[in-house]
């Protein structure tokens, strides 16, 4: 993610959210830590800088961790008496419509952030509130698919695990934003 997509969703989509900043008058002195909330960053009279560390990036909260949410989302689908392989070919017309209903919120998303281009405007909150919407419609789509493997037996770690086996050591060129494959060149 962009600083600039970050700090935009954190003002837009979360004004409430509160970072943790940092501040050191030089790189040898102990940093004082305190909470900024994004809210009363307007009003904070000093300059601020802005570093970015790994943001926790790197830390994985076991209640968001990947298994944990898929097996929510199996759960929840066991519950509906969705995960029968006689479903599946129903499961994959619904992925299909969130993948359209995605293209729906990119589009509109493109189209606000062209238009404000992030320099003035008042386009910025529905620039977040689309970012915000194309999310939501991003992971409808892994619900789906991970329902879907549900009902195929096959578990989606695997999956990625072979497609990029298939791409680790492929060349090729990127043409227009397209990866042309070397034997498609």
């Known amino acids: 993610?962009?600083?600039?997509?970050?700090?935009?969703?954190?003002?837009?989509?979360?004004?409430?959210?509160?970072?943790?900043?940092?501040?050191?008058?030089?790189?040898?002195?102990?940093?004082?830590?305190?909470?900024?909330?994004?809210?009363?960053?307007?009003?904070?009279?000093?300059?601020?800088?802005?570093?970015?560390?790994?943001?926790g990036m790197s830390s994985i909260d076991d209640n968001r961790s990947f298994d944990n949410l898929r097996n929510k989302v199996l759960d929840w689908g066991k519950s509906k008496d969705l995960l029968h392989e006689k479903n599946a070919e129903k499961q994959f017309l619904k992925f299909m419509e969130e993948v359209f209903e995605f293209k729906d919120e990119w589009i509109l998303y493109a189209h606000e952030y062209n238009k404000s281009g992030y320099i003035e405007g008042d386009n910025h909150l529905a620039v977040g509130e689309h970012l915000y919407d194309m999310k939501m419609e991003m992971g409808d789509i892994f619900v789906t698919l991970i329902i879907l493997c549900g009902q195929l037996g096959i578990y989606p770690v695997d999956c990625l695990g072979k497609a990029y086996k298939k791409i680790e050591a492929r060349t090729g060129k990127t043409i227009n934003g397209t990866f042309i494959k070397s034997e498609d060149l």
């Open 1 to 55: 993610m962009k600083v600039k997509d970050l700090i935009m969703e954190l003002i837009y989509v979360n004004p409430d959210a509160e970072v943790t900043c940092v501040t050191c008058e030089n790189e040898d002195e102990d940093a004082d830590e305190f909470a900024l909330n994004i809210r009363t960053l307007e009003d904070y009279e000093d300059n601020v800088d802005l570093v970015l560390d790994d943001l």
